[in-house]
């Protein structure tokens, strides 16, 4: 019996749908790791940084519950006009959550956040108790 079948071509095409399964795997794209963020830490403070090119503060909400922060919000889909096909999008569109563990007790009513040019900063100001403490020692 005799097969139709090409080795070679069977296993380009394997490849191929390896190649696009993995395609975008631990790369920094994707809506799984938007927004790029920062995290600093000061003696006083937890900076957060974000980008978010083309939104306004008020398509985004931040929120901090139980030591975990969350930025959320949603990219509109561009108007096309009738007719228009897609040659090539990279921009993702939809909702998006990303969550952060704040590393140390903050001060809730103190978090502030600001927004310019498309890059939001959160300033989570650190509990008292979660400041360093410089320690005397006493003399014996």
Same mark, same amino acid.
């Given at each position: 019996?005799?097969?139709?079948?090409?080795?070679?071509? &069977?296993?380009? =095409?394997? $490849?191929?749908?390896?190649?696009?399964?993995?395609?975008?795997?631990?790369?920094?794209?994707?809506?799984?790791?938007?927004?790029?963020?920062?995290?600093?830490?000061?003696? +006083?403070?937890?900076?957060?940084?974000?980008?978010?090119?083309?939104?306004? =503060? +008020?398509?985004?909400? !931040?929120?901090?519950?139980?030591?975990?922060?969350?930025?959320?919000? &949603?990219?509109?889909?561009?108007? *096309?006009? %009738?007719? /228009?096909?897609?040659? $090539?999008? +990279? $921009?993702?569109?939809? %909702?998006?959550? *990303?969550?952060? $563990?704040?590393?140390?007790?903050? %001060?809730?009513? @103190? !978090? @502030?956040?600001?927004?310019?040019?498309?890059?939001?900063? !959160?300033?989570?100001?650190?509990?008292?108790?979660?400041?360093?403490?410089?320690?005397?020692? &006493?003399? /014996?």
């Amino acid at each position: 019996m005799l097969w139709d079948f090409d080795v070679f071509n &069977e296993m380009d =095409r394997l $490849r191929r749908e390896m190649n696009n399964l993995f395609s975008g795997y631990g790369q920094a794209t994707g809506s799984a790791t938007f927004p790029l963020m920062n995290v600093y830490d000061s003696k +006083e403070n937890i900076i957060v940084t974000a980008e978010l090119p083309g939104f306004t =503060r +008020e398509q985004v909400k !931040i929120t901090v519950a139980d030591g975990v922060l969350t930025l959320a919000g &949603e990219t509109k889909p561009l108007a *096309k006009a %009738k007719g /228009m096909a897609v040659i $090539r999008q +990279e $921009r993702s569109e939809g %909702k998006f959550e *990303k969550t952060f $563990r704040i590393p140390t007790k903050v %001060k809730q009513d @103190a !978090i @502030a956040a600001s927004f310019t040019n498309g890059m939001l900063t !959160i300033m989570l100001p650190k509990a008292e108790e979660a400041k360093p403490k410089t320690i005397a020692i &006493e003399a /014996m």
